[in-house]
């Protein structure tokens, strides 16, 4: 039936889900068209679950004016520097680095090329590796050393080396004092490593041999000191992030600098019948120069501790994917921000979970150790530790207690505590969340990299505002409110589906970089010039945007470049309400003018409205009572469709949308129409014409401009004609489809069923751009869009279920209704 409607209308199944107009955010889903459903299941699954899944305001599509660099033939964008005094982005790829213009990155400074040699290649090959794909060299290091030079090292065919390089002249040098790599960066590309340079010596954290299977943790300089190769220090780990935290900065205790590395790996303190993975956060001292017997070259401050960013619900541990240091002056209140992933492939929620730096310190300063035990015959566990703890503390750094006792350096430090830190590196305690609890959970694409921006706002306050890459290209960009995480919008930036690999940050260009397999990205951290009304741009809450009440504009006062600015905010000429979101001093003006039209029976009318937030619900008002959605008057995310117009129907129609924000409802007229009857006197002057043909009866599909097409957000605008008649057929879709599930509901037929299942055809044979829909998150907030009417607390977020299994599962009762198997018709014979 709906194949048949469709094909009937020009509109083929596969014109449908075309990425042209494609149902995304400002387009039409079937999810939305479900909306009114959904709704009867939400209350139920909200109360049951947190309140912790967040919907972005604002989803913006991929759109062609992204700022894209990538060369023909050239892979895996996989490492950047940013050097803004060279005002360059040097990117690493495949046997290649790039210096790119830093404020656009499209523009190509220079470029060197790094070919693995033949001979290399070969050897490798021989090896047993993929000539094509792993024996080649893959960029992973780029570290600034001086004001023009750099460190550079590459897998080079698994066999790695490192070079130093110098951008002089508009011109990329390699100077070809080839040095040795192993340890230094990874044989194998497809691992994950970590590495910064402090001073001269870099410090890195990868395995140090061909098989991958000697992990180390290494400062190259010519004190060189490395872990000690025990699973109880490092058992196959994942390393993905390192930092410097200059802990010797007025420090009473006269402490050293640290170095911080975030890995996984397989637990040694856990007995479980599989390998289980958990999130480290290890350290070690700076100035550490190992022992002199014991530990001799190794280092006697390393650390580590579990990180727990456990979900409301029990779960396997979360594995950390990468981190962020947000630096403070006062180095005690820096934060860690990680993103942690589910162990189980089976689910798809993602967390984030920050750490105070303070924290960590306290736990490896004071807290217990963990101690191996043997019980019965062979079997090792590892228990809290009760005994006598030697002085001076294993792991700690040289600090005034220990110089005090004539200890200057870790060469001097007793047996005993050496002994100690060698067997036992591990905490007993884990490492707790900031607020003891994720800051963001969400279901969906998973999260693959993070970097946070910390934005001094208008009000004088600092913000962290948090990007967070997922593996379907897109960023999430979001903030803490008070305990609330709001995600202020969610960005496309590539067009298929690649996972972002990389990010950086530039604060003082305001942009961001990302990289993927297939191209580098640059985006600016804002685009205050997307809000287009005051409204929008103070709800939007975003620490970057105020608006301009002089200029009339949304304009990006971040960092407040300018001290006017602060002024203008304090006697109330810019609005910003980050917290509070108080649209109250907006200009009046922007209150919508009705709009007149003639009424001719018998036609179908469209009355456009959309919400310009994901956050918000559309509501109908005619005649001064509540529009339901009936078999007449069909309500969807576009707006208000009338079948079949009557004389009755003549009248005022408002549309207005309810936006949940800091748990208050900001409700706002989008649209108002006037229908009047048509008198037939000739025409009036006032009025226009109905969208479509005079004659006839039955919903009429047709591309033709729509003379009722209001002010809509400008997303939305280019998509409308297009998408007349996709709205219709699809609004007589979920009209059946409403049919349809009250029919299944009464025979108590509702049940799971995967995607995977059931018939032929385009539409239940998910083509690419269906699924890239379905994994992105635009699909998957459509059925929450009733959620914020029903949320108790009025948070913008909530839980469906953290029970993954790869579906979405919205529960009731007994019943599970699965929304693959909703939104999409799957074959004729359902309908
Ligand atoms: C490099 O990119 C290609 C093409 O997308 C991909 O197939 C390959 O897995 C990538 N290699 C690494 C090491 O990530
Ligand atoms: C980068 O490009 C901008 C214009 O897009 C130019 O003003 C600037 O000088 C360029 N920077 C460098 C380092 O080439
Ligand atoms: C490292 O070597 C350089 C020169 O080779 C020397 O000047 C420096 O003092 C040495 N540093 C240490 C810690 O030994
Ligand atoms: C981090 O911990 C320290 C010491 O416990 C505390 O003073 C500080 O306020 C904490 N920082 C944050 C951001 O909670």
Known sequence: MLRQYLERHGLSPEIQWSPRIRP????????TAMGVFCGLFLPLSLSEYNTLNCIPRKSVLYQNNMKLFREEGIWNYSTMLVREDLGLLLLGAREVVYALNISDISIKKAVVYWQVTDEKQKDCKYKGKHAEIECRNYIRTLHKVDHSRMYVCGTNAFSPICDYMTYSEGKLTLENTLEEGKGKCPFDPFQRYSSIMVGNDLYSATSINFLGSEPVVLRSSNSSLRTEFKSSWLNEPNFVYMDLVPESMNNPEGDDDKVYLFFSENAVEYDFYNKLVVSRVARVCKKDMGGQRTLQRKWTSFLKARLDCSLPEPSLPSVVQDVFLVKDSDWGKSVFYAVFTPQSSSSDVSTVCAYNISAIGHLFDTGKFKTPVTVE??????VMYSGEVPTPRPGACINNAARSHGMMSSLDLPDKTLQFIRDRPLMDDAVPPLTGRPLLVKKGAKFTRLVVDNVLALDGERYAVLFIGTENGYVQKAVNYAGEMFIIEEIQLYQTPDSIKTMRLSSSTGQLYTGSDYGAVQMPLSDCGRYELCLDCVLARDPYCGWDLSAGLCSDVSNSKY?????????????????????SKCPKSETVKPENYTLFPGNNIKLPCQPDSNLAVVHWIFSGQPLPSDTKHYIYNEGLLILNASADDAGQYTCESEEQVNSRTITRTMAIYRLQPNTHTGGSETTTEPPYGHSTAGPEVTEETDPLDPPLPPASRSEDHRVVGLQVAVAILSLMLVGLVAWNLYKGQFRKRSSATSG?????????????????????????????IHNANNNHCAIITLKGNGEQNFSSGGNTMNVDGLGYIHDESEI
């Open 377 to 382: 015959t062979s079997h090792v566990k590892w």
């Open 563 to 583: 001290a006017s600015e602060i002024t203008s905010y304090f006697s109330g000429k810019i609005i910003q309400s980050l917290k509070e979101g108080d649209i």
């Open 24 to 31: 995304g955010p400002h387009a039409m889903s079937p999810f």
């Open 760 to 788: 032929a055809g385009q539409l239940k044979n998910p083509s690419i751009n269906y699924t890239h829909i379905q994994n992105s998150r635009t699909s998957e907030i459509k059925p929450l869009r009733t959620a914020p």
